[in-house]
């Protein structure tokens, strides 16, 4: 890789590499539109995996879930209008415009500064990392290049970092609400969440060694995505995708491991002090989350863009195989959130002294017994 | 003496607790494949169980005679005191004058009914029945409760083949034996 800050190649697809000027308008302008796609692929699946949540768990209780809500103009078109009101499409909408609307209440005690800032720390960390998540390939002068807003060479670091940035919000929440159920689930979040990152780090190192036998970049997610063209590193590397994966289940704060605003102890944990669109953006930071770590668990274990093990979009197809490697991400990507959901609706919460004895004294011991083993291995 | 039940050992797969979540996670898929049970109400009407206690109402004969005869005894009975009665006589050139009472205004609070069926109970002439209406609802409290018309629109006719009433008027004018 020639420059460690590699964007888009756009000029090269439209080919446009006559003025220098309006190749830098251009290349300016289309970044600007790639990063909005990118947020709004996260948002997206951000807003329909609240649906999905209320949805599945309806189904596995013997609930038929929200089949009513109805918007006036929309649900009367014939057949399109009952179809988004019966699978709660519209449930959507109503929420979004309720947590738009509601009355925002300040508490008198809380400490205004970090309590407003909470909700978007805990939102936009993840909206950056997105940009780095390769949610498909391209391909442009002979070389596979990644459908990303941002190519970088550490994207991997990248993500990780950034991603796990959202705990700031809870933490800031939790202390800034001057209350103790708040304070409580902060201070679990942040353990929790230090704790699980060690294990995650740990675990991804042992990809990042394969990928490094025959590529120069590592650390890039693009470079992990295109080495699983043959196998797929969950089937190589199932100890250490089992690690990422309970991890990953802890630093979304997803149940089991959802202590930090476990609701039967702590009311609702880091968030309970607010209400209205400030709890909206806790809420849609979490599923965001949800949906970026689940990305990087497709990218690093699940194949990426790649629809079978053993099988890639032939570069032959041209475009037809970029789209195509977009939809299969999106559809692994579906296929995480429902696995979350599914997850959820099943198990019990773990107790908060379970939550650390597992994290320390057995997934950082695991990781690096994993990560040893493969080093002596690939030594060999 | 309290006996001490002996744990069983949890082997090392069951430690990992993989294969429990597994099982879990098969049952819960297992659930979300099955029929819902959800009812969904203003679209399906529930199936009412036999002996159902919906509103109290007020029923007509056959012949279209209020069977009600003013006796109170519901007013009594009624422990939250939905029900108000006025008495009123039935005047002597009445298709039914051989009954002495008729209701003239019949009060059913519905703010205030139990559907505890003790009226239908004490009626000594079947004529207040628990039947299977169980949606009432209104704007104002005023509107929940029901008067006579209303009770009677509500109720309908009850087939009544022996109508004693009859029976006794015929006797009396025609001088049969009681």
């Given at each position: 890789?020639?420059?460690?800050?590699?964007?888009?190649?756009?000029?090269?697809?439209?080919?446009?590499?006559?003025?220098?000027?309006?190749?830098?308008?251009?290349?300016?302008?289309?970044?600007?539109?790639?990063?909005?796609?990118?947020?709004?692929?996260?948002?997206?699946?951000?807003?329909?995996?609240?649906v999905?949540?209320?949805k599945?768990?309806a189904?596995?209780?013997?609930?038929?879930?929200?089949?009513?809500?109805?918007?006036?103009?929309?649900?009367?078109?014939?057949v399109?209008?009952?179809?988004?009101?019966?699978?709660?499409?519209?449930?959507?909408?109503?929420?979004?415009?309720?947590?738009?609307?509601?009355?925002?209440?300040?508490?008198?005690?809380?400490?205004?500064?970090?309590?407003?800032?909470?909700p978007?720390?805990?939102?936009?960390?993840?909206?950056?990392?997105?940009?780095?998540?390769?949610?498909g390939?391209?391909w442009?002068?002979?070389?596979?290049?990644?459908?990303?807003?941002?190519?970088?060479?550490i994207?991997?670091?990248?993500?990780?970092?950034?991603?796990?940035?959202?705990?700031?919000?809870?933490?800031?929440?939790?202390?800034?609400?001057?209350?103790?159920?708040?304070?409580?689930?902060?201070v679990?979040?942040?353990?929790?969440?230090?704790?699980?990152?060690?294990?995650?780090?740990?675990?991804?190192?042992?990809?990042?060694?394969?990928?490094?036998?025959?590529?120069s970049?590592?650390?890039?997610?693009?470079?992990?995505?295109?080495?699983?063209?043959?196998?797929?590193f969950?089937?190589?590397?199932p100890?250490?995708?089992?690690i990422?994966?309970?991890a990953?289940?802890?630093?979304?704060n997803r149940?089991?491991?959802?202590?930090?605003?476990s609701?039967?102890?702590?009311?609702?944990?880091?968030?309970?002090?607010?209400?209205?669109?400030?709890?909206?953006?806790f809420?849609?930071?979490e599923?965001g989350?949800?949906?970026?770590?689940?990305?990087?668990?497709?990218?690093?274990?699940?194949?990426?863009?790649?629809?079978?093990?053993?099988?890639?979009?032939?570069?032959?197809?041209?475009?037809?195989?970029?789209?195509?490697?977009?939809?299969?991400?999106?559809?692994?990507?579906?296929?995480?959130?429902?696995f979350?959901?599914?997850?959820?609706?099943t198990?019990?919460r773990?107790?908060y002294?379970?939550?650390?004895?597992?994290?320390w004294?057995?997934?950082?011991?695991?990781?690096?017994?994993?990560?040893?083993?493969?080093?002596?291995?690939?030594?060999? | 003496?309290?006996?001490?039940?002996?744990?069983?050992?949890?082997?090392?797969?069951?430690?990992t607790?993989?294969?429990?979540?597994?099982?879990?996670?098969?049952?819960?898929?297992?659930?979300?494949f099955?029929?819902?049970?959800?009812?969904?109400?203003?679209?399906?009407?529930?199936?009412?169980?036999?002996?159902?206690?919906?509103?109290?109402?007020?029923?007509?004969?056959?012949?279209?005679?209020?069977?009600?005869?003013?006796?109170?005894?519901?007013?009594?009975?009624?422990?939250?005191?939905?029900?108000?009665?006025?008495p009123?006589?039935?005047?002597?050139?009445?298709?039914?004058s051989?009954?002495?009472?008729?209701?003239?205004?019949?009060?059913?609070?519905?703010?205030?009914?139990?559907?505890?069926?003790?009226?239908?109970?004490?009626c000594?002439?079947?004529a207040?029945?628990?039947?299977?209406?169980?949606?009432?609802?209104?704007?104002?409290?005023?509107e929940?409760?029901?008067d006579?018309?209303?009770?009677?629109?509500?109720?309908?006719v009850?087939?009544?083949?022996?109508?004693?009433?009859?029976?006794?008027?015929?006797?009396?004018?025609?001088?049969?034996?009681?």
């Amino acid at each position: 890789m020639e420059n460690t800050f590699q964007f888009f190649d756009f000029a090269a697809i439209l080919g446009a590499a006559e003025c220098s000027w309006c190749d830098i308008a251009l290349d300016i302008l289309l970044k600007v539109v790639f990063a909005l796609a990118s947020i709004m692929v996260v948002m997206c699946f951000a807003g329909l995996s609240v649906v999905a949540e209320r949805k599945v768990c309806a189904f596995i209780q013997g609930r038929l879930g929200p089949n009513r809500t109805a918007i006036p103009i929309v649900a009367a078109i014939p057949v399109l209008g009952n179809f988004l009101k019966k699978n709660g499409l519209m449930q959507l909408v109503a929420d979004g415009l309720k947590f738009l609307l509601k009355e925002d209440p300040l508490p008198k005690h809380v400490d205004k500064f970090w309590y407003m800032m909470a909700p978007v720390m805990s939102l936009s960390p993840v909206l950056i990392a997105a940009c780095v998540i390769p949610f498909g390939a391209y391909w442009s002068g002979g070389a596979m290049r990644p459908l990303a807003a941002a190519n970088i060479d550490i994207s991997l670091v990248f993500a990780l970092a950034i991603g796990s940035l959202g705990v700031y919000g809870s933490m800031m929440a939790g202390w800034s609400s001057n209350s103790k159920f708040p304070y409580m689930g902060g201070v679990r979040a942040s353990a929790q969440v230090i704790s699980y990152e060690i294990a995650m780090g740990l675990s991804v190192l042992s990809v990042v060694i394969s990928v490094a036998a025959d590529s120069s970049a590592p650390l890039s997610l693009f470079e992990i995505g295109r080495a699983q063209d043959t196998l797929w590193f969950c089937i190589t590397q199932p100890l250490a995708a089992l690690i990422f994966l309970i991890a990953l289940f802890a630093e979304t704060n997803r149940l089991p491991f959802d202590v930090a605003e476990s609701e039967a102890d702590l009311v609702s944990g880091f968030h309970t002090e607010y209400g209205s669109f400030k709890f909206g953006l806790f809420f849609v930071g979490e599923y965001g989350h949800m949906v970026v770590g689940s990305s990087l668990f497709i990218v690093l274990f699940l194949g990426a863009w790649n629809p079978f093990p053993g099988l890639s979009w032939p570069e032959s197809w041209g475009w037809v195989s970029a789209l195509f490697s977009f939809l299969t991400f999106i559809a692994k990507i579906a296929m995480m959130l429902f696995f979350f959901i599914w997850v959820r609706w099943t198990l019990p919460r773990f107790r908060y002294d379970q939550v650390m004895r597992i994290g320390w004294r057995v997934l950082v011991p695991l990781a690096l017994l994993n990560f040893t083993a493969y080093l002596v291995m690939a030594s060999i | 003496m309290a006996i001490v039940v002996e744990r069983k050992r949890l082997s090392l797969l069951e430690r990992t607790y993989l294969p429990q979540i597994v099982s879990g996670l098969f049952i819960t898929i297992k659930n979300f494949f099955r029929p819902k049970i959800t009812l969904e109400y203003p679209d399906q009407s529930p199936v009412l169980p036999r002996g159902y206690r919906g509103s109290p109402t007020l029923v007509k004969d056959s012949q279209g005679r209020e069977k009600c005869v003013s006796c109170q005894l519901c007013e009594f009975v009624c422990p939250s005191k939905a029900i108000r009665i006025y008495p009123g006589e039935i005047s002597p050139n009445s298709e039914y004058s051989f009954i002495e009472k008729a209701p003239k205004e019949f009060k059913i609070d519905m703010t205030r009914c139990i559907y505890c069926g003790l009226c239908e109970e004490a009626c000594p002439e079947r004529a207040i029945i628990l039947q299977n209406e169980f949606s009432l609802n209104g704007y104002t409290r005023a509107e929940l409760v029901r008067d006579k018309a209303a009770l009677y629109a509500a109720g309908g006719v009850i087939p009544d083949k022996i109508m004693k009433w009859k029976k006794v008027k015929d006797n009396s004018e025609l001088g049969g034996s009681h």
